[in-house]
């Protein structure tokens, strides 16, 4: 059975991973034949967020912690995560991606990306193996792959990130929520998902997609 890293950043919307998000793509790597393995970087939230008025709290939460939520505790720390174990790789969005797995939401094009998902996905890569991103997870991309030809990503049809994103070196296509962008020659597979997404039924069908296309990547 083919064994699909799966890379958290808390749990919600405005600090972690997007929920939704997470668990259509545990359902469809499941739904495909595989297996999802989960990792989350063990380190404090840099912010929590009241997601019924959005308001910063003072609380003092966890990565790891938090995102075992989404997986019912079936989760390790990104720390220990091991390229060799897996086939693939696969990063749901959510604003704990571009708070935790990066600091892109303070520093944009001058972002930095968290050593340990740096690390798994540098050896991920460099096996070949593929890679999928949605939502805002793919603004990482550009940090992440050094490639003389711009890799091929899509955040959906956002103009502000775009221009980030073209400015950090990728090459941005705009993509409906129920498709993906694929990028051959770097084995990466992206979705906007809730980037677009009005409803969940609209995430699911790119993120099913994705997740299918990476699935038979690994083949």
Known sequence: MKRIGVVLSGCGVFDGSEIQEVILTLLAIEQAGAEAVCFAPDIEQVTVINHINGEAQTDVRRVLVEAARLTRGNITSLADADANTLDALIIP?????????SDFAQQRENCSVNEQLHRLFQEIH??????GLMCIAPVLVPKLVASEDPV???????????????????????????DIVVDEAQRIVTTPAWMVATRISDAARGIDKLVRRVVEMTL
């Open 152 to 178: 091929r990503i899509t955040i959906g049809n956002d103009p502000d990130t775009i221009e980030i994103v073209e400015d950090m070196g990728a090459e941005h296509v705009i993509c409906p929520v129920d």
């Open 126 to 131: 460099k096996q070949c193996k593929p890679i």
């Open 93 to 101: 969005g959510g604003f704990g991606a571009v708070h935790h797995l």
